[in-house]
């Protein structure tokens, strides 16, 4: 049995899920490989009985992850199993992504879902999953990564009645009004993505080309291309990467972070907490720090006044 783990992480979190339950299914297969999506085409996917794809939430799906299911050659039955890290509010990921996986022709033999911490310029820090994920949430990614590979290898050999039905579509209410009024505002929530080239340091500095999600960025080219100029960061669902990791203040969000952030402030705390209450009252969320902790009035740019918000190595360190 071959197995690959594809991921596509922006804050880390998702890569060590990934990376965990590599470590899991190797107990259980031959070979195990884990890529970062980028480094991804489909015809390595041929040389593989099974495929792992994970992401973030972001509100569904991020567009690196729905182009790769929607521009996939037919899969002919491949088995996938599908996972996320996400906040507060993880509830139209599987929804969205798995019936897409089916339509693609792959069959969806399992999906798992992690809280991670969260890192957006107005969201709370620290966050209410800060800390997630931990060595708990690493274990039970390699008991999942060794469970698929098990799985897999069973239903390869005519143990059909493993494959999992899809799972119902029971979206939280609260959840489901947040998500859909964030998407019916136009464009980019967190703002208009701007860049100063009078500020920007490239070629010294390829950081947010080296970053971006679908390579919107490209300094090389003549004349230079930067996605926000146009319209199209808006189908990143409040993306704005970017602007976090820029060392030099390029990158702004317009209206000015500071001035956008304010209205947010204590805005979204109790639609937040219900959902979180709820989670910790099921078992499906572990609070690793009090409620009273959490930087509600300090947002992550507020919290973490010095550029770059968020530092990410000169070179990603890519799989
Ligand atoms: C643009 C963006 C949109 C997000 N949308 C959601 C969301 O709708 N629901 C949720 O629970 N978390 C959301 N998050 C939080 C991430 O899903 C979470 O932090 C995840 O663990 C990040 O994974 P990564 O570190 O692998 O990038 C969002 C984060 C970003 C950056």
Same mark, same amino acid.
């Given at each position: ?5 594809? @991921? =596509? ?6 890569? &060590?899920? #990934?990376?965990?339950?590599?470590? $899991?299914? +190797? ?6 490989d ?11 996917l ?8 994970g ?7 991020p ?5 790769f ?20 509010m993880?509830?139209? @990921? =599987? ?6 996986? &089916?339509? #693609?022709?792959?069959?969806?033999? $399992?999906? +798992? ?50 494959i ?33 080239? +009078?500020k ?93 902790e ?13 550029r ?12």
């Amino acid at each position: 049995m071959k197995v690959l783990v594809i @991921y =596509f992480s922006q804050s880390g979190n998702t890569r &060590k899920v #990934a990376h965990s339950i590599a470590e $899991g299914a +190797r107990e259980a297969a031959e070979q195990v490989d884990v890529k970062s999506i980028k480094n991804v085409t489909y015809d390595m996917l041929e040389n593989y009985d099974l495929i792992g794809l994970g992401s973030p939430v972001w509100k569904a799906d991020p567009p690196n992850i729905r182009k790769f299911y929607k521009e996939a050659p037919d899969q002919n039955g491949k088995h996938i199993f599908s996972f996320c890290t996400h906040g507060t509010m993880p509830g139209f @990921y =599987f929804p969205v992504v798995l019936p897409n996986l &089916k339509k #693609a022709g792959f069959t969806v033999i $399992g999906s +798992r879902r992690w809280y991670g911490n969260v890192v957006m310029p107005g969201m709370p820090e620290p966050y209410y999953t800060a800390g997630h994920p931990d060595e708990i949430d690493l274990e039970e990614a390699r008991g999942f990564g060794r469970e698929m590979a098990e799985r897999s290898r069973r239903i390869y050999e005519g143990e059909t009645q493993l494959i999992p039905p899809m799972p119902e579509n029971n979206v939280n209410q609260d959840q489901a009004v947040a998500i859909v009024n964030m998407l019916l505002e136009y464009g980019n929530p967190q703002g208009k993505i701007v860049r100063d080239p +009078r500020k920007c340091i490239y070629p010294k500095c390829t950081r947010c080309m080296d970053n971006c999600t679908m390579d919107y960025i490209d300094l090389s080219a003549d004349p230079q291309k930067f996605g926000s100029e146009g319209k199209c960061c808006n189908d990143n669902h409040e993306c704005a990467w970017c602007f976090m990791i820029c060392p030099t203040g390029a990158i702004r969000l317009e209206p000015d972070i500071m001035e956008h952030i304010k209205p947010f402030i204590g805005v979204r705390k109790p639609l937040f907490e219900n959902i979180l209450d709820e989670a910790e009252k099921n078992g499906e969320f572990r609070r690793l720090i009090p409620v009273e902790e959490v930087g509600f009035d300090t947002p992550y740019c507020l919290a973490h006044p010095k550029r770059p918000y968020f530092k990410v190595p000169a070179k990603p360190k890519e799989d």
